[in-house]
């Protein structure tokens, strides 16, 4: 510590060496904390970027989907400037009179569980044979996928050829092993042609599914198989209590994929059924488009409602079956 005398007393002062900062320095400004960062203020045109696709949902979806629920307490036929309001009267109709509908809801849920459980094993055993990326798997993965670039009307019209009862492809051949007997009409089979278009359908979009799951088994640690060996767990144990498991989101990626598949299958059905299909081949999405083409607007309208309920009850009911499963396993 320095001295100095001012009028004969000694007083103290800093020390030559003393940090700044410390008593009798000159004082230095704190440093600013980690933690308090200087808030960023958002531009205002960056709030442009999503402008086109909020105009696009607000016409394209938001807007009919408004329109749909207006139009389905009517009795507008989609021409004149009139309507009435009829009130609850077509859903009413729909749900106690209407054999039609309820004919094609029966063959969409039966459509809807075979494409979900044919397609979703088929594609998931597809690829587990096929994860590994060798030359002989992604030559196959390739050949697989490529039905699914094909348009669904370009599959209805080949898968027609081969379901033809009199020169049909599956005929000729189990007429040509002597299996005779098994000779079907398919399509023409009021009983069993909407399960020949689920195979149709499960033939041209399992391919595309089994890249998703093989997505989902790459990402699988390999540590984990590592050491289900050294325990001693066969094929069965390592495949329950890991790989199904651990492909739980592409399971449920698939299921959803696959349902709104089911639903949307109006091309191959008046591909393989004909424009109206008959009542064997007829699903929700073709009734709709039958009843429109009747000029009966507002109860198809009633009945588009009634359809995106049953997608979305059908949806939550499969996520909650997946998730269930899944925390069994």
Same mark, same amino acid.
């Given at each position: 510590?320095?001295?100095?005398?001012?009028?004969?007393?000694?007083?103290?002062?800093?020390?030559?060496?003393?940090?700044?900062?410390?008593?009798?320095?000159?004082?230095?400004?704190?440093?600013?904390?980690?933690?308090?960062?200087?808030?960023?203020?958002?531009? &205002?045109?960056?709030w442009?970027? &999503?402008? #086109?696709?909020?105009?696009?949902?607000?016409?394209?979806?938001?807007?009919?989907?408004?329109?749909?629920?207006?139009?389905?307490?009517?009795?507008?036929?989609?021409?004149?400037?009139?309507?009435?309001?009829?009130?609850?009267?077509?859903?009413?109709?729909?749900?106690?009179?209407?054999?039609?509908?309820?004919?094609?809801?029966?063959?969409?849920?039966?459509?809807?569980?075979?494409?979900?459980? +044919?397609?979703?094993? *088929?594609?998931?055993?597809?690829?587990?044979? $096929?994860?590994r990326?060798?030359?002989?798997?992604?030559? $196959?993965?390739?050949?697989y996928? $490529? #039905?699914?670039?094909?348009?669904?009307?370009?599959?209805?019209?080949v898968?027609?050829?081969?379901?033809? #009862?009199?020169?049909? $492809?599956?005929?000729?051949?189990?007429?040509?092993?002597? +299996?005779?007997?098994?000779?079907?009409?398919?399509?023409?089979?009021?009983?069993?042609?909407?399960?020949?278009?689920?195979?149709?359908?499960?033939?041209?979009?399992?391919?595309?599914?089994?890249?998703?799951?093989?997505?989902?088994?790459?990402?699988? #640690? =390999?540590e *984990?198989?590592?050491?289900?060996?050294?325990?001693?767990?066969?094929?069965?144990?390592?495949? =329950?209590?890991?790989?199904?498991?651990?492909?739980?989101?592409?399971?449920?990626?698939?299921?959803?994929?696959?349902?709104?598949?089911?639903?949307?299958?109006?091309?191959l059905?008046?591909?393989?059924?004909?424009? &109206?299909?008959?009542?064997?081949?007829?699903?929700?999405?073709?009734?709709?488009?039958?009843?429109?083409t009747?000029?009966?607007?507002?109860?198809?309208?009633?009945?588009?409602?009634?359809?995106?309920?049953?997608?979305? +009850?059908?949806?939550?009911?499969?996520?909650?079956?997946?998730?269930?499963?899944? =925390?069994?396993?």
């Open positions: 510590m320095a001295t100095h005398s001012i009028g004969g007393r000694l007083e103290k002062g800093p020390s030559a060496g003393a940090p700044p900062g410390t008593a009798g320095g000159p004082r230095r400004r704190p440093a600013p904390r980690a933690g308090r960062r200087r808030a960023t203020r958002t531009h &205002p045109a960056l442009l970027f &999503p402008l #086109p696709a909020v105009v696009l949902y607000a016409v394209f979806f938001a807007a009919p989907t408004v329109q749909a629920f207006q139009y389905a307490v009517t009795d507008w036929d989609g021409i004149s400037a009139a309507f009435n309001s009829v009130g609850a009267r077509n859903f009413g109709t729909i749900a106690t009179n209407d054999d039609l509908f309820r004919r094609a809801l029966t063959n969409n849920l039966q459509f809807l569980l075979v494409v979900v459980v +044919l397609q979703t094993a *088929l594609a998931l055993v597809l690829a587990l044979l $096929l994860q990326n060798s030359r002989a798997s992604t030559a $196959l993965r390739a050949l996928f $490529l #039905p699914a670039i094909l348009s669904s009307v370009s599959v209805a019209f898968w027609k050829f081969v379901y033809d #009862p009199n020169f049909g $492809l599956v005929n000729q051949v189990l007429g040509g092993i002597g +299996l005779d007997g098994l000779r079907s009409a398919f399509l023409g089979d009021a009983d069993k042609a909407i399960y020949w278009v689920a195979i149709t359908q499960v033939w041209a979009h399992a391919g595309q599914l089994m890249i998703i799951f093989i997505a989902g088994l790459q990402q699988i #640690p =390999r *984990l198989y590592e050491s289900a060996d050294l325990d001693g767990a066969g094929r069965w144990q390592r495949f =329950r209590y890991i790989t199904w498991p651990m492909i739980a989101p592409a399971t449920a990626i698939v299921i959803a994929y696959t349902t709104i598949q089911s639903f949307k299958a109006f091309d059905i008046l591909g393989l059924g004909g424009n &109206p299909p008959k009542g064997s081949l007829d699903i929700l999405s073709t009734r709709i488009y039958t009843t429109f009747n000029s009966q607007y507002g109860y198809a309208a009633a009945e588009s409602v009634l359809f995106m309920i049953i997608i979305a +009850l059908v949806s939550l009911l499969q996520r909650r079956a997946v998730k269930l499963t899944q =925390r069994t396993a």
